[in-house]
Nanobody, 123 residues
Framework: QVQLVESGGGSVQAGGSLRLSCAAS????????MGWFRQAPGKEREFVAH????????NYAGSVKGRFTISRDNAKTTAYLQMNNLKPEDTAVYYC????????????????WGQGTQVTVSS
């Protein structure tokens, strides 16, 4: 069983920054690929970013590429999402997810999900 706990959400003005953290339980965090997703009110959950188990490969949704950066610290069993130049359309609940082997790839196959953290961006 893997537990994921997100933190770092909040309210910011457009153009601001936030860094989300996802703390994972388990001694095999270094084997998890990690992803970030978001869900805005009235919309389906959408992929935001993915990082491979080693951190050597990352993928981003087109809407966040160049503004968001996903990273991980295996020693701290934590994944991060640095969000810069935030826009009102980034407002959503952000979820982290863990993908255990066999890996499903950036868009799917995640095995565990966190409870989410709210990000609100005002114009």
């Amino acid at each position: 069983q893997v537990q994921l706990v997100e933190s770092g959400g909040g309210s910011v003005q457009a153009g601001g920054s936030l860094r989300l953290s996802c703390a994972a339980s388990g001694r095999t965090f270094s084997r998890y690929a990690m992803g970030w997703f978001r869900q805005a009110p009235g919309k389906e959950r959408e992929f935001v970013a993915h990082i491979s188990w080693s951190g050597g490969s990352t993928n981003y949704a087109g809407s966040v590429k160049g503004r968001f950066t996903i990273s991980r610290d295996n020693a701290k069993t934590t994944a991060y999402l640095q969000m810069n130049n935030l826009k009102p359309e980034d407002t959503a609940v952000y979820y982290c997810a863990a993908d255990l082997p066999p890996y499903g790839g950036p868009g799917g196959g995640y095995d565990y999900w966190g409870q989410g953290t709210q990000v609100t961006v005002s114009s």
